[in-house]
């Protein structure tokens, strides 16, 4: 029965999905068909609201040149570089929140306090601590990454099995071994969700501190073209970041799919 019942469920996994993939479409197609409509109606200035077709001339033009590929890189880069120093420093402290019931009763409310606060607000003191250069903007992404990864790792450590913990103790590891044997093992779902959580924040705060002050980079491009009121450029910069989200997105969701 529990065969007959298994077999007679499974063609409806592809007429789900086929059904959820045309609410999809279907989604996408309304919300372009009201664009061009408005655009088409006058309610606005066309300046303002440009059709998809002039937005789409305005990427292709975008893609084509160079410069776009200088400030992707740009960009990456001061992701990349926030990520690495946030990522790792927000596993450390995670470890040891979790590890460690004195330090979280210590110091895990200043991360919950501040994770939720607008670090955009520490960005003059990171311009007069690391300049204007690449240097604030890598900054302000630590900062804005550090604390979901920081709170999601040591979620992660009180879940491990007490058991796996007292092995380790049995076999007398060091510190060292603790953590590479047994607790990124056993945290590693938490820590990817982490990172992803921690990702997307790393890229709004360099975008928006590409925004403010700089010279380089997407979020410059983006603010550069709403300051010469060039829209269909800024509509195409913006649909060029917000692809590239999804995709970094769907690379980390693999990842942790994989993981489990």
Not at 74 to 82: I, K, L, N, P, R
């Amino acid at each position: 029965m529990a065969a007959a019942s298994h077999v007679s469920r499974a063609p409806a996994m592809p007429f789900a999905f086929g059904r959820v993939a045309v609410l999809r479409a279907a989604i996408i197609l309304a919300v372009v068909m009201i664009w061009e409509a408005t655009a088409a109606s006058g309610l606005l200035f066309r300046d303002v609201v440009p059709s998809i077709l002039t937005i789409g001339r305005a990427l292709l033009k975008i893609l084509a040149a160079t410069e776009f590929y200088r400030n992707l890189g740009v960009t990456a880069y001061e992701v990349g570089m926030a990520l690495v120093i946030g990522g790792t420093a927000g596993l450390a402290a995670g470890i040891a929140l979790g590890a460690s019931r004195f330090a979280a009763a210590a110091y895990e409310h200043y991360i919950y306090y501040l994770g939720p606060t607008p670090k955009i607000i520490f960005f003059p003191v990171m311009i007069m601590w690391f300049g204007v250069g690449p240097g604030s903007k890598i900054a302000l992404g630590v900062l804005s990454c550090f604390f979901p990864i920081a709170l999601s790792t040591a979620a992660g450590m009180r879940e491990i099995d007490k058991v796996l913990i007292q092995v380790g103790h049995s076999f007398r590891a060091s510190t060292w071994q603790m953590i590479t044997k047994i607790y990124l093992p056993a945290i590693r779902v938490p820590a990817v969700n982490g990172l992803r959580l921690g990702l997307g924040v790393a890229i709004i705060g360099v975008l928006l501190a590409e925004t403010k002050l700089s010279n380089r980079g997407l979020g410059f491009m983006i603010i550069q073209s709403y300051t010469l009121f060039n829209m269909p450029q800024m509509y195409a910069m913006l649909i060029i970041v917000f692809v590239l989200a999804v995709i970094v997105n769907v690379v980390v969701t693999r990842l942790n799919a994989g993981l489990r």
